[in-house]
């Protein structure tokens, strides 16, 4: 087989998000934040967002991991970006499902846009934890904040 | 070296298959070993033939099966080289053994305002049990700190262990950096304030013969698993006075004398500390694989492997772009080979080495500070055993070099 699965994975597309992340940094002063790790590697991922009448305003991240997981991260902040709180979630959900090997609607597919690249992270289970870090955290910020502001 | 590797790669069958379309290189011996066929041989001998309970039975099987299980104890106080077998106490695995000790030992002996010394690179299992004792008891946990080549910083240790000091808890041979550690100058250093020695011999009892009476030490511990044996046994020694002081943690059946509605008494050590039915099979299984090993020769085995680490660390260490951790000195370092492909992720490291049929690890190791210390948040580690051949090896080179290529050409 050789490497030739790494093309699977790790895409051009793939790369790019991790080498060039979209929304890396701190965001404005009226941001919330959650931190989450992965316990298996000690990957720490800082995700921000600026949520206003139930809507992700911004969306930033920090921190450090793997190319899966810090493309998913920059790909996630494209795609949640100026989402409803409940679209925001609803999408979430459909991401996780598309990478543990669930299917999608093709809508839900087109609405992940890059993310549903990350589909064949289901093929490498040892993985899936690393590619929903950020959604995971950015998540459990939306559910901590999204119905208060 | 009295045996030739491809005999030896025939008792373990599970070497001989492809992953993911190659040739399987199984590098993840520190993790958990491979079991030989006389080890699952035995296993199924006796679920087949002897199965029942031990030490309650008046009947056939039961007493041929507390035979064999104890028969099992006298081959692991052999191993070790203990005075009896009635030191060796059975547990569920090394992190089990340290915990008992931590809680039944530990809660006895350290009060408030005492000391309890570690290092720096202890694996988890070596760590938590006596933070928890700590915070129980409002004791002080120490830290030796390392050299810039992983060694104990025998200054430091000389610092931390202060006639306060009444637990010294360490690996003999660390699982990140593969370090064997100066447990003689410790022994020294912790016995003479009084302190307890507790030795974590995980990394160790698999490539390197192991006297725990040369050693001196109070508590040894490791796990079957890493040794060949079944997963879900493992194995606490302790000095008798120490074990006869040593309080029970779990209470139920067999490791009880006497109940009365109000009160109980135990039996002796080491009943006293192996409530209910006890992982019997693994027991056999540990005493089939420690005759394996010992049929081999511990020297044999250190010998054979050190030719592996030296392939393994030249070829690695050849590849621009790699960061070994440790000491680049194959008498300096038992089993295990931590390091990073610089700009590529452990973890990505580790998928782009599966795809091509080596399997090592990657992650923090349960070892959280010295992750800290060497300034990483993880590390790819591939670690041998005595099945490992010289092919294994340069497959592992062979695929750092693509997957280095992989990520730095498309990037």
Redesign the interface.
Known sequence: MSLDQMNDLYREVVLDHAQHPHHYGQIGKDSVHFQMENPTCGDVIDVSAIIKDGNVDEIGFTGTGCTISQASASMMTTVLTNKSVSEARDLILSFSDLITGKEINDKKEDQLGDASLLASVAEFPARIKCATLAWHALDELLQKEGTSK | MNWKINEVRKDFPILDQQV???RLAYLDNAATMQQSRPVTDAVLHYYQTTHSNVHRGVYTLSNQATDMYEQAREKVAHFINTESSEQIVFTRSTTESLNLVAQGFGDAVVNPGDEIVISVAEHHSNLIPWQQLASRRSAHLKYIELNEDGSFDMDSATRVITKKTKIVAVAHVGNVIGIQNPINKLEQLAHKVNAYLVVDGAQAVSHMAVDVQELNADFYAFSGHKLGAPTGIGVLFGKSNLLAKMNPVQFGGEMISKVTRDVATWKKTPLKFEAGTPNISGAIGLGVAIDYVQKMGLKSIQDYEEKLMQRMLTGIEGISGVTIYGPHNTKKRLGVLSFNIDG?????VA??LD??GIEVR???HCA?PL?QDLGV??TARASIAFYNNMADVDQLIDGVK??KE??LH??
């Open positions: 993911n379309g190659e590529v992720h452990p973890h990505d998928t782009g795809l091509l990657a992650g923090h959280q992750m948040a993880a693509q997957v992989f990520f498309e990037s």
